[in-house]
C-alpha cells in the first residue's frame, strides 16, 4: 500500500516537472494514431448516446444563466458574424425559417385571439398605422421612417403588440441602436 502511494506522489512530482514535455509526447501520440482514437472517441459516444445527452442536458440546466451570458457577449463581440450566420441558414433551411415563423406568429397570435397569417395582417397593419401616427418620419432623427418599432417588446408582451400607443416609427440606423443584440 505504502509503495503504491509513494509511486502516485512520485509520479504526480514527475508529471509537474516534466509538464511541456509529457504534453509535446501527448499530441505526438495523438497525431500518430488520430485515426483510431477518432474512432474509438465516436464508438464511446455511439454507446454512451443517451447518457451523454442527460449529461448535456443537466449542464445546461445547472449553467442556464452563464451559458446566456456567454451567448450575449458572443453576440455582441461578432455582430456581423452574427448577422452572416443567420442569413446563410435562412436561405439555406427555407422550411426551418417557415416552421419557425409559424410557430413564433402562433405564440404572438393566441393572445390577440388571431390565427398566426391574420396576426401577420394586423402587424403589418398595425406597423403602416404607427408609421403614419408618426408622419412617416423616424421620431429620434426625422429621417423618413422604415419601421415600426414596439417600445414593449412584443415577443415578451404579444398581447400589447397590436396597441398603436405601443410603437414609434424608426429609421434604420435608429432602430439598430434601439436592439442591443443588433
Ligand atoms: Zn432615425
Redesign the pocket.
Known amino acids: 500500500m505504502r509503495d503504491l502511494e509513494n509511486k502516485r506522489r512520485l509520479d504526480k512530482k514527475y508529471q509537474k516537472s516534466h509538464k511541456e514535455e509529457i504534453k509535446k509526447q501527448k499530441h505526438e501520440y495523438y497525431l500518430k494514431n488520430q485515426e483510431e482514437i477518432k474512432n474509438r472517441v465516436n464508438n464511446y459516444r455511439q454507446e454512451h448516446l443517451e447518457e451523454i445527452k442527460e449529461k448535456k442536458k443537466k449542464y445546461r440546466e445547472e449553467h442556464k444563466e452563464e451559458i446566456l451570458e456567454k451567448k450575449r457577449i458572443y453576440r455582441l463581440e461578432n455582430k456581423d458574424k452574427v448577422r452572416e450566420g443567420k442569413k446563410r441558414h435562412r436561405l439555406a433551411y427555407p422550411e426551418m425559417k417557415l416552421a419557425s415563423d409559424i410557430r413564433y406568429l402562433t405564440k404572438l397570435g393566441f393572445p390577440n385571439k388571431l390565427s398566426p397569417f391574420a396576426y401577420r395582417h394586423a402587424l403589418t397593419a398595425w406597423s403602416k398605422t404607427v408609421k403614419k401616427l408618426g408622419h412617416g418620419?423616424?421620431?429620434?432623427?426625422?429621417?423618413p421612417?422604415t419601421i415600426s418599432h414596439h417600445i414593449i417588446h412584443k415577443a415578451k408582451y404579444p398581447g400589447l403588440s397590436l396597441n398603436v400607443n405601443n410603437g414609434i416609427p424608426?429609421?434604420?440606423?435608429?432602430?439598430y441602436?434601439s436592439h442591443e443584440w443588433n
Do not use: E, K, Q, S
Request: aromatic share 0%; with cysteine; proline share 7%.
Open positions: 418620419l423616424c421620431l429620434v432623427c426625422d429621417n421612417a424608426l429609421c434604420d440606423p435608429c432602430h441602436d
